[in-house]
């Protein structure tokens, strides 16, 4: 079934309109006609199947017929604190930890990041481009919220976010604790059913790294260092499967644990 996102404010009733790129793209690419079945999410955590009722020149009219009871979206509240990849790379991350189930995605600047935004314009610019990428994954994943793409921030105004009872998990090629310890020590601390009452974080160095001033920094903020392993990840890959681990072990991939 074809799913489309409407903007809450254009769900009535038993009615939404459907305008703008989702309406050229029913229309235009998949040429639904009237009558035709389909889905329509608000990105909130609201989903409805239903039925095209009317169509013109600017609108699709959707007949609501059913809400979306199933749950789609992950109960753990992830943030991937990303550093800003050069050339299309974040917009693949984003779209990808779209997927996996992430709540939102924090582009940092960290010291050896390629790319550099010198102007809060710039800043604007691409964060609406990775939240129109974000929008259009969770479309297609089947996702009823879509992942809050936020401002871009230096490493500092970044930890001063964290609270406490956050968990912030730092990779670093360079050392820390394997990954596999540390969910095992974790699991018997924190009951499996907790985890849904936190907020996650994981910071994610750029190509070059992550300097060893800023993972003391983020150790500091109480960050936890880890190592994913033998082999060094790439900055596009680390986050990414450091998230399909913890859905795994604590959202909802696999189960969770204890």
């Known amino acids: 079934m074809e799913r489309f996102y409407v903007d809450p404010d254009r769900i009535r009733g038993k009615e939404a309109r459907i305008r703008g790129e989702e309406f050229r793209h029913l229309q235009q690419v998949l040429r639904l006609k009237v009558g035709d079945t389909l889905e329509i999410f608000d990105g909130k955590g609201k989903g409805f199947s239903g039925r095209l009722a009317e169509l013109d020149k600017q609108q699709a009219v959707v007949r609501l017929e059913a809400p979306v009871t199933e749950q789609r979206d992950s ?49 604007r610019d691409r964060q609406a481009r990775w939240q129109k990428v974000a929008a259009e994954a969770a479309r297609q994943c089947g996702r009823l919220w879509i992942p809050k793409v936020l401002f871009p921030l230096k490493l500092e105004a970044f930890l001063t976010r964290i609270r406490p009872g956050d968990l912030l998990l730092i990779p670093w090629e360079e050392g820390g604790q394997g990954l596999q310890a540390y969910i095992r020590e974790t699991a018997q601390s924190i009951p499996g059913g907790e985890w849904r009452d936190r907020q996650l974080f994981l910071m994610i160095g750029p190509e070059g790294g992550m300097t060893e001033e800023e993972v003391e920094a983020g150790r500091l903020a109480g960050g936890k260092v880890l190592t994913l392993g033998p082999r060094i990840l790439r900055t596009d890959t680390a986050g990414l499967m450091l998230l399909s681990v913890l859905q795994y072990q604590w959202g909802d991939m696999g189960g969770p644990v204890g």
């Open 75 to 123: 109960v753990l509240r992830v943030c991937l604190a990303q550093a800003i990849p050069k050339g299309d790379r974040m917009e693949w991350v984003v779209q990808k930890a779209t997927e996996l189930g992430v709540a939102a995605i924090q582009p940092l600047e960290l010291s050896r990041c390629i790319v550099r935004l010198d102007s809060d314009e710039k800043r």
